[in-house]
């Protein structure tokens, strides 16, 4: 099955910019609670594991905040990955 290299790129053009937020706000939050717990303070940083987990105040989408943000980072990655292996076998073909 050929992969349509223009819709592949353009798929992953408009995600990107998309899926940044969610990916960096996960992983700011993530982190920045890790350090709230080591320092022994978790339970004042409570509201960082909220946010973490994707409850926006009123917009709660704890349920399918994880699964968005995980088909995201996968399909980026795939998407990523397809158009690397292309552009590194087109500048192997072309240096031989």
């Known amino acids: 099955m050929a992969i349509n290299k223009a819709r592949l790129r353009n798929l ?3 995600l990107a910019p ?3 937020l ?3 706000l996960t992983a ?3 982190s920045l609670f890790q350090v709230a717990v080591i320092t022994g303070r978790s339970s004042d940083f409570l509201w960082l ?3 973490h ?3 926006f105040g009123i917009i709660n989408l704890e349920l399918i905040y994880p699964l968005l943000n ?3 980072v ?3 990655a795939t998407t990523g990955i397809i158009m690397w292996l292309q552009i590194n076998r087109r500048v192997k073909n072309t240096k031989h």
């Open 12 to 14: 992953h053009y408009i």
């Open 18 to 20: 998309i899926m940044f």
């Open 22 to 24: 969610p990916i960096f």
């Open 28 to 30: 700011i939050t993530g």
């Open 49 to 51: 594991l909220e946010l």
């Open 53 to 55: 987990r994707g409850k």
């Open 70 to 72: 995980a088909f995201g």
């Open 74 to 76: 996968l399909f980026l």
